[in-house]
């Protein structure tokens, strides 16, 4: 009639299981031309990562919890990466360079081994498709009549207290039943496209330096106090107040959908690319600019060197989606955290 302290093996070990193995092959180009004005660098690489450690699927029947680990993913990673710098000048005193650089990568999964997919989140591995693809329900703007609702059955069966105002969803494969068979890839949350530029400028005794940086085809998918009213007690983010959905601004087209708790409105938080937003962005990284005081004239006060300058970190940011107004873009997908700072100094 004692309890007795036990043990449970719930655990799988794979003495087996080996280091990932990566093989790169790379094809580069560097140039000089115009006498040392152009300089250019370019990369085509092909990537492939084997035996990359997966858990396999295993039936509940084995009796651990959680299966072992094993070497059977492979993906594939393939791009370009390019630099090109001018340096000029006009006339004795004004020199300049100008840079621009790009990268670009194309994913795809090869392999999972003994299965096609898997789904975690917001997010799906799929054999044929790429690392970091979104999987939910696509969405269709927003109701805006009761009428609208009731003439879309197939919403009733994951959505059914939708109420004008709501997000409308998509019945993809036109079945006339909205489930888990109409979820589908929606974007990717990995900047395969990086860019950026830089300036440097001396004229006489002034200098400038701006440096920029910025990402394109990716996706950001918010949740919690991004963009969810009355999250954790908190308040309503003034953007969804002006550009949401209300009475007066009923169009299918509104920002957001009508304010409710999460609890009060569950249908409009299912997966879906309502809340993915473009995570595309352009930012300048940083500017100084300077004036050099000339020997000559601090000399007389026992100086060898003075300068002056100003200089600004993260200044301005260009995002590709408007509701974005005071998300910083690289914090990436979630709540999310505390945002990046503007320095001036």
Do not use: C
């Not at 651990?64 to 070497?71: K, P, R």
């Not at 990995?190 to 001396?202: H, Q, R, S």
């Not at 409009?268 to 004239?297: H, K, Q, V």
């Amino acid at each position: 009639g004692v309890a007795v302290d036990g043990a449970q093996q719930n655990a799988h070990v794979n003495y087996a299981a080996l280091w990932e193995k990566v093989y790169m092959t790379n094809v580069g180009i560097d140039a000089t031309i115009l006498g040392g004005k152009i300089n250019l660098t370019t990369d085509y690489f092909v990537k492939n990562t084997k035996d990359i450690l997966l858990q396999p699927v295993t039936l509940a029947t084995l009796g651990w919890g959680t299966a072992a680990f094993a070497n059977q993913g492979q993906t594939r990673n393939r791009g370009i990466e390019a630099v090109v710098t001018y340096n000029g000048i006009v006339g004795d005193e004004f020199k300049y360079s100008v840079s621009g650089n790009i990268s670009y990568i194309k994913n795809e999964i090869l392999s999972l081994g003994d299965f096609n997919e898997s789904v975690s989140g917001y997010w799906i591995n799929r054999v044929g498709s790429s690392v970091g693809d979104y999987y939910g329900y696509k969405s269709d703007g927003l109701f805006t009549s009761q009428e609208e609702i009731d003439a879309h059955p197939s919403q009733t069966a994951i959505a059914g207290n939708s109420k004008v105002g709501d997000i409308k969803y998509v019945d993809v494969n036109g079945d006339g039943v909205l489930n888990t068979d109409d979820r589908t890839i929606l974007g990717n949350d990995v900047p395969w496209v990086n860019y950026g530029f830089n300036f440097k400028a001396a004229y006489k005794d002034f200098d400038i330096d701006v440096l920029t940086y910025g990402v394109a085809g990716v996706k950001t998918y918010m949740e919690g106090e991004a963009v969810q009213p009355f999250f954790n007690n908190g308040n309503v983010k003034s953007n969804w107040l002006n550009n949401g959905w209300t009475e007066e601004n009923n169009v299918a087209n509104a920002d957001f959908p009508r304010i409710t708790t999460v609890a009060d409105a569950p249908q409009n938080y299912i997966t879906s690319d309502f809340w993915l937003f473009s995570g595309n962005y352009f930012r300048i990284r940083a500017i100084t600019l300077g004036y050099t005081f000339p020997a000559e004239s601090i000399s007389k006060i026992g100086m060898s060197q003075l300068r002056v300058f100003a200089s600004s970190n993260n200044p301005f940011t260009v995002l590709g989606d408007k509701r974005l107004g005071d998300f910083d873009p690289e914090t990436g997908s979630g709540r999310p955290g505390y945002p990046g700072l503007k320095t001036f100094s």
